[in-house]
C-alpha cells in the first residue's frame, strides 16, 4: 500500500489530516489501481470549502476576458495531454479508451470549454 496522495487546498498540495483512506479499484480489471487517497474530516472539508469561495470571488475580477483566456489555456493543456488523461480515465472508468475516451468524451470536453 502507498502512502495517502496529498490534497490541494488553497492552491497549496499538502500533507492530508485524513480520517480514514480510499483504495480504489480499476472498474475494467477490478484490481486495485495502487493509489491511495484521503478521507477527508470536517476540519479539512471546511478549509476547501471556504478555499474555494475565496477562489470564486478572486476569479470574479478576471470576469469575462481573463476567465475565457484562462479557460482557453486550460483546454490547451488538457489537448496536450490527451494520451495521459485517456489512460487516466480509462483506468477510473472502464470506458474504453478509444474510440469513447480519446475520439468522442475529450474532443467533447475540451469543446465545451
Not at 6 to 34: C, H, M, Y
Not at 77 to 86: L, N
Amino acid at each position: 500500500m502507498s502512502k495517502a496522495q496529498k490534497v490541494l487546498i488553497a492552491g497549496q498540495w499538502r500533507d492530508s489530516e485524513a480520517v480514514g483512506t480510499f483504495e480504489p479499484n480499476n472498474p475494467s480489471t477490478r484490481q486495485p489501481t495502487g493509489e491511495v487517497y484521503p478521507v477527508s474530516g470536517e476540519k479539512e472539508v471546511v478549509e476547501a470549502v471556504e478555499a474555494a469561495a475565496v477562489a470564486s470571488e478572486q476569479l470574479q475580477a478576471f470576469y469575462p476576458d481573463g476567465v475565457a483566456d484562462f479557460i482557453d489555456a486550460f483546454a490547451d493543456r488538457i489537448e496536450a495531454r490527451a494520451d495521459e488523461i485517456v489512460a487516466m480515465a480509462n483506468s477510473e472508468s472502464g470506458l474504453p479508451a478509444s474510440p469513447r475516451l480519446a475520439d468522442i468524451e475529450l474532443p467533447r470536453t475540451t469543446s465545451q470549454l
